[in-house]
């Protein structure tokens, strides 16, 4: 089932509509939204509790929503 605007946003808080674009675009689930943001954001403590590295679909999710190193 394809994600949603509004599943989107729940996750990642307001984003530009392009962004919503692009992710909804990739075909990717909610789950693997979630699992890129948790590595963009702890990926010290998900190594550190074993995680296997993200697939390559969510690495793909990961580098799109990192921030540009210009906006950073």
């Given at each position: 089932?394809?994600?949603?605007r509004?599943?989107i946003?729940?996750?990642?808080g307001?984003?530009?509509?392009?962004?919503?674009?692009?992710?909804?675009g990739?075909?990717?689930?909610?789950e693997?939204?979630?699992?890129?943001?948790?590595?963009?954001?702890?990926?010290?403590?998900?190594m550190?509790?074993?995680?296997?590295?993200?697939?390559?679909?969510?690495?793909?999710?990961?580098?799109?929503?990192?921030?540009?190193?210009?906006?950073?």
């Amino acid at each position: 089932m394809a994600i949603t605007r509004d599943e989107i946003v729940s996750i990642l808080g307001p984003v530009d509509a392009q962004l919503i674009a692009e992710l909804m675009g990739t075909g990717a689930s909610a789950e693997e939204i979630r699992e890129a943001w948790g590595w963009l954001h702890n990926d010290e403590a998900l190594m550190g509790a074993g995680r296997p590295l993200p697939g390559t679909r969510v690495g793909r999710l990961i580098e799109m929503l990192e921030p540009d190193e210009d906006e950073a």
